[in-house]
């Protein structure tokens, strides 16, 4: 097995089993519906991480916002 398809079946287990990429950064956060990300403050609701516009979850911003400003490099609320 190359090295590139032991990296692919890695990511497919982590995404599958116990990480999911950040849906604001895209790191490798926790597995979980409410996990939070301490990498963007980001924290994940199962409403938000659906509805990019939805305003009323756990976070002040809504995940379109808060992709915005991570990229611009301002904390997300
Ligand atoms: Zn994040």
């Known amino acids: 097995m190359n090295t590139r398809w032991r990296l692919i079946n890695r990511a497919v287990y982590r995404l599958r089993y116990t ?3 950040c849906p604001v950064c895209g790191h490798w956060i926790e ?3 409410f996990a939070i990300c301490f ?3 980001w924290e994940c609701d199962p409403v938000c991480d659906k ?3 939805y305003a009323g979850g756990p ?3 809504t995940l379109n916002e808060a992709r915005r400003a991570y990229r611009k490099g301002i904390p997300v609320l």
């Open 31 to 33: 597995n979980h519906p």
């Open 39 to 41: 990498h963007c403050m």
């Open 59 to 61: 976070n002040k911003m």
């Open 51 to 53: 509805r990019h516009n």
């Open 19 to 21: 990480e999911k990429p």
